[in-house]
């Protein structure tokens, strides 16, 4: 499930019971042998807690149905944690290329998402093109680690992952430039080749992303010519050997378009961040943050790397800050607060690094108006 649809769901749920159930996972074997034993033991914690709460029968019902989900998952496919998420009406399993910190079990009347918040907006996921003249390949990657890639049960009307190239010219010892019409045919490939690619942006459920093309440069140049969408392309790689390596060797050879990238983004973000205060648009008082996000004037938050914030929020519109987050009545980090109404609002957050940041404040809001 594409994470900021998961994100989107799991918020939808407000003001009822609500379990979540998060957990550190590995990667490999035998080391993900260990995490089936540690999520049932999560869920007998569940139990225990809900049957404090709630009848039996009702909690049998629930936890009934968290066994039937993770019953069908396959810890060999494990990322870096796990999460269920359940309540009267279902529950979702997801894995996330992303650690979520201890593993724990939250009881509330929502969701537990902020390590998928913190996630989403301050890391990069994207799409990696693989193109060869004989074949096309699509990952779905997350940082510095794929998530997974694309194959035949992913249907499109296109067709699907991996691609084949149906217009090969048998070369028998001549050159590229030589074999008749070759660059029409690669073209037309491609062009095939990004309709696939096109469906799985388009799609409704899931954010365009941006996508980096790894190839030979003839291949890239190809590509970006007949590409639909070429301002999806934040990069290309034109150094890799063989593109046939398996997609855990074949991330590292993008981190290097994935800085550059990361790079552009906090300019940009730094540019929008003084055009805010050139324009009297900017807030750094976090009442007034937080009235201008209940009145639908939020256009992009600005949020230092790793910043925290305990306080507590009034009826009055109001935020006291406060070093205690386990005091009473006291919201362990406002900071995810206002990331989650920004969100909700259709606003854009934007991590950046204390270095990148300077002497601005570590949390800022930029208004509509």
Avoid at 30 to 53: G, M, S, V, W, Y
Avoid at 134 to 145: K, M, V, Y
Avoid at 218 to 242: H, L, M, S, W, Y
């Amino acid at each position: 499930m594409n994470l900021e649809s998961l994100l989107n769901q799991l918020n939808n749920h407000q003001n009822d019971l609500a379990i979540s159930i998060l957990l550190p996972t590995h990667r490999t074997f035998p080391d993900n042998k260990q995490d089936a034993i540690a999520l049932k033991n999560l869920i007998k914690e569940a139990e225990d807690r809900l049957n404090t709460q709630l009848d039996k029968r009702e909690v049998e019902v629930m936890i009934d149905a968290i066994h039937k989900k993770i019953d069908a998952l396959d810890h060999n496919y494990n990322l870096d944690s796990l999460g269920i998420f359940a309540n009267r009406h279902g529950v979702t399993a997801a894995r996330f290329p992303f650690a979520v910190g201890e593993q724990r079990v939250i009881i509330d009347d929502t969701f537990a998402v902020r390590d998928l918040v913190r996630a989403i907006n301050d890391a990069v996921h994207y799409h990696v093109l693989v193109i060869s003249r004989t074949s096309a390949r699509l990952i779905e990657a997350f940082n510095d680690r794929p998530i997974h890639e694309f194959d035949s049960k992913t249907v499109l009307r296109t067709g699907s992952f991996p691609a084949e190239n149906p217009f090969l010219f048998a070369a028998k010892g001549l050159d590229r430039a030589q074999i008749p019409n070759d660059a029409g045919n690669l073209k037309e490939f491609f062009n095939r080749v990004d309709k696939s690619l096109q469906e799985i942006q388009n799609n409704p459920e899931n954010k365009r992303l941006p996508v980096i093309v790894v190839g030979d440069s003839r291949n890239v140049a190809f590509f970006k010519e007949v590409c639909d969408q070429p301002t999806d392309i934040v990069g290309a790689v034109t150094t890799v050997p063989d593109l046939k390596i398996a997609a855990e060797k074949l991330i590292p050879e993008v981190q290097t378009v994935l800085t550059e990238y990361r790079l552009n983004r906090a300019k940009t973000a730094l540019q929008h961040l003084a055009q805010a205060r050139n324009a009297h648009q900017l807030l750094t008082d976090f009442s007034m943050i937080l009235r201008a996000i209940i009145e639908g004037n939020a256009a992009r938050l600005f949020v230092r790397q790793g910043y925290i914030q305990p306080g507590v929020i009034d009826f009055d519109q109001k935020i006291v800050t406060v070093h205690d987050a386990a005091a009473t009545d006291v919201t362990d980090d406002v900071v995810d607060t206002f990331i989650e109404l920004v969100m909700q609002q259709g606003g854009e957050i934007c991590f950046l690094s204390a270095e990148q940041l300077g002497e601005e404040k570590p949390l800022s809001l930029q208004t509509r108006y």
